[in-house]
């Protein structure tokens, strides 16, 4: 989507020298991705403590390597 922003050159600048990015449109668009995956892990965070899990975590984590484990073969 094409829009027109007015964003102060010194933020800008920032946003360019913090993501690397070549072009003023790459560094706006990783700055919002970053901040929409900010807001998302904040917003899991709050979830902490109140969402009771059972299951045999060795066995999940065991599961995953073994996974792995195959992928890489």
Known sequence: MRT???????C?????KMTGAKTLTEAVNKALCDWVRLMEM???KSYRGKIIWEGDLDAL???????NSTDEK
């Open 42 to 44: 904040k917003k899991l």
């Open 61 to 67: 984590r065991n599961s995953e390597m073994s996974e």
């Open 12 to 16: 800008l600048s920032e946003i360019r």
């Open 4 to 10: 027109t922003v007015n964003i102060p050159d010194n």
